[in-house]
């Protein structure tokens, strides 16, 4: 069974991910799009749907409209027309603009980082909830998305069957340092290098704490 040692593992992913495309909601944290309601329509935009995509537009939608009175006031048809390549995008404008609304009439305007308040509104869960308060607001919570899920299941670091469980997992074993990085550093981790598919085994820096759980095939 391989060992992990967290702090050597969390280092050696920061070199390997430094050339890598970033985490899209980190990217637009780090664009100025740091608000906790620009985040949660990010991660709203982003769901089923590749960053690459997400990205662009979400820019392109916040180019227009920003804040939740902005958002109200575009409508439902307006934004479905800037996420149109977004999957279930119908479903996904309808729910960024009724979120707009309660928050506009009933936050003073701005979304706030209460974990309660943001599991109240329309169809957010516990991901995208995590990750607003993680990359917007600071807040020590671990965001797990596919990519974190599967990355940590294939270490043999958890065993759990849902990204619901990983994260219950990972909240007893990981220090609440490395909550908001875990995500941060697995989402382009998972994508180029630990992929779903035939991973990249032979180059990977932290193969010798990998049990490679699941691998049946590698590059």
Known sequence: MSSIHI???FRRLRKA????????????????????FEQLVACIISIRTRDEAMIQMARALFGRARTPAEIAALGIADVDAVITASAFHQAKSRQIVEIARRVRDGHGGGLPCDREVLLSLPGVGPKCAN?????ACGEAR????????????????????TP????????????????????????????????GRLPKCSTCPV????????????R
């Open 7 to 9: 702090p050597t593992l």
């Open 17 to 36: 991910v430094e050339p890598l495309p970033k985490a899209a909601m980190f990217e637009l944290h780090d664009e100025g799009y740091t608000t906790a």
């Open 131 to 135: 990750l607003v308060l993680g990359v």
């Open 142 to 161: 671990i965001g797990v998305d596919i990519h974190v899920h599967r990355v940590t299941n294939r270490w043999g670091y958890v065993r759990a069957a």
């Open 164 to 195: 619901e469980k990983t994260m219950a997992q990972l909240e007893q074993k990981l220090a609440k340092r490395y909550w908001i990085e875990i995500n941060r550093l697995l989402v382009p981790f998972g994508k180029h290098v630990c992929t």
């Open 207 to 218: 193969l010798d704490m990998c049990e490679q759980v699941g691998v049946t095939e590698h």
